[in-house]
T-cell receptor, first 113, second 112 residues
Framework: NAGVTQTPKFQVLKTGQSMTLQCAQD?????MSWYRQDPGMGLRLIHY???????DQGEVPNGYNVSRSTTEDFPLRLLSAAPSQTSVYFC????????????FGNGTRLTVT | DAKTTQPNSMESNEEEPVHLPCNHS???????IHWYRQLPSQGPEYVIH???SNVNNRMASLAIAEDRKSSTLILHRATLRDAAVYYC?????????????FGTGTRLKVLA
């Protein structure tokens, strides 16, 4: 069982470049979300999805786009990278009820120069 | 959005119990209290959750106040491997949203 898989593990971008961070889960979880974690800080919610075709904004959505075309995948797109988006990005998933634990991926470390 | 408040940091001696507090005064009746921990250079991992009653599992115990406005994660015998950032979050349908806000958590330092 792979759990939550994030790719790539590391990425360096130049300002203005675009890229997509991939997140896939094989647990048939309805709920998926993206967090960013800046050095020495806590996790901040970017976007989340409660099922295929349904997405919503979190605490810090600006500069990021998401879509959920399948249950398994929840990619995060940076349309025009900025140095302020340098961070570690974590994807999480769970069943839709409040009892279910969140399962996290191992993160993608992104540096924007 | 429901929010939680935790101390920034705590210290404990190895082999001693640790009580990590969390305040959640705006909790609604349908919110579950979840605890996660994040070891260095890893993603957060689930520790325990509860609604009203105290809960125990192999990792920890969760004590929930009678009015549910606060809770305490109890590590019965801290080890060096328990050094991590501990997050308390609320999961439920308060305000009809699924925004699970983690905050900054409590950084636990375990002294040998």
């Amino acid at each position: 069982n792979a759990g939550v898989t994030q790719t790539p593990k590391f990425q360096v971008l130049k300002t203005g470049q675009s890229m997509t961070l991939q997140c896939a889960q094989d647990m048939n979880h309805e709920y998926m979300s993206w967090y960013r974690q800046d050095p020495g800080m806590g996790l901040r919610l970017i976007h989340y999805s409660v099922g295929a075709g349904i997405t919503d904004q979190g605490e810090v959505p600006n500069g990021y786009n998401v879509s959920r075309s399948t249950t398994e995948d929840f990619p995060l797109r940076l349309l025009s990278a900025a140095p302020s988006q340098t961070s570690v990005y974590f994807c999480a998933s769970s069943y839709g009820d409040s009892l279910a634990p969140l399962h996290f991926g191992n993160g993608t470390r992104l540096t924007v120069t | 959005d429901a929010k939680t408040t935790q101390p920034n940091s705590m210290e404990s001696n190895e082999e001693e119990p640790v009580h990590l507090p969390c305040n959640h005064s705006t909790i609604s009746g349908t919110d579950y209290i979840h605890w996660y921990r994040q070891l260095p250079s890893q993603g957060p991992e689930y520790v325990i959750h509860g609604l009203t009653s105290n809960v125990n599992n192999r990792m920890a115990s969760l004590a929930i106040a009678e009015d549910r406005k606060s809770s305490t994660l109890i590590l019965h015998r801290a080890t060096l491997r328990d050094a991590a950032v501990y997050y308390c979050i609320l999961r439920g349908f308060s305000s009809g949203t699924y925004k699970y806000i983690f905050g900054t958590g409590t950084r636990l330092k375990v002294l040998a």
